[in-house]
């Protein structure tokens, strides 16, 4: 964290940089309960269910916290990314653009993810601590609690500050309604906004609010919040290093 970044990435990961929701873990350990999770992701992600008030409804469903070894039996089962995530992570590295995972995800999923080396690593994480285990050297040196989705404009503030990145330095990218209010954020700063695998939702959002989305990539969803796994899993992550590049004029 000593380095001086001339610019940030700050993404969101659940169907943005890969094919998997926040609550995969749950229903991969507790199957019975897969309906129920979707259906509270949907909510939220559409803006009709606070993350607080989803994370009390997990809470009251998951009869047992998740532990390591039972996330792990999950990562090696489940992990993918979109082809070209961790290119776009390691050439972000490169080039001092600190690249920030911002999401409604579990803390834990990533500690695990960067313990078993599936990542390249990287600089800050936020993410929800409702699973989180014990802290470990492969662990994010700067790791924020996401409490609720409007956190997620509050951290990537926070590192902007702490680094003095101008504003049209900063590169915000989501998918959903959830990543709203972190958009709604950037269009104030001058930030560039990418749409990725964009939903309906975050359209809406957007159009609602006068917010211009810079660039789409990958595939558009319809007014049902889907993609299609196999049509996402066309779009290569390494594509947006050129136009990063040139925005940045790297």
């Known amino acids: 964290m000593r380095l001086q970044y001339k610019a940030i990435l700050s993404s969101d990961w659940n169907e943005c940089l890969a094919p998997c929701g926040p609550f995969d873990c749950i229903s991969f350990c507790y199957p019975h309960l897969a309906a129920d999770l ?8 559409s803006s009709m269910l606070s993350l607080s008030d989803a994370a009390d ?10 532990t390591p070894a039972q996330m792990d039996a999950y990562l090696d ?10 290119v776009l992570i390691d050439w972000c590295a490169n080039h001092h653009i600190l690249f920030m995972i911002n999401t409604t995800g ?15 690593c ?3 994480l936020a993410a929800h601590p409702m699973i989180r285990f014990e802290s470990c050297e492969s662990d994010p040196p700067t790791i924020f609690d996401l409490f609720e989705i409007q956190d997620k404009a509050a951290h990537t503030q ?3 500050k702490r680094f003095n990145i101008p504003g049209e330095n900063v590169i915000l990218m989501g998918d959903s309604g959830g990543d709203g209010p972190h958009f709604e ?3 104030n700063n001058g930030s560039y906004l990418i749409g990725s695998m964009t939903k309906a939702s975050l359209q809406q959002y957007c159009h609602e609010r006068g917010v211009r989305i810079h660039r789409h990539f990958g595939v558009t969803a319809g007014s049902d919040e889907s993609n299609g796994t196999s049509k996402e899993m066309s779009a290569d992550f390494q594509e947006l290093i050129p136009i990063i590049a040139q925005y940045l004029q790297l």
Do not use: N
């Open 38 to 45: 979707q259906q509270v992701f949907r909510q939220y992600t």
């Open 57 to 66: 409804q997990l809470e009251k469903l998951v009869p047992e916290p998740i």
């Open 77 to 86: 089962a489940s992990f993918v990314t979109y082809p070209g995530v961790s």
């Open 106 to 120: 579990m803390t834990g999923y990533f500690q695990r993810v960067f313990a078993k080396g599936l990542l390249p």
């Open 122 to 124: 990287i600089p800050v």
């Open 158 to 160: 926070a590192i902007v």
């Open 185 to 187: 954020w950037g269009a």
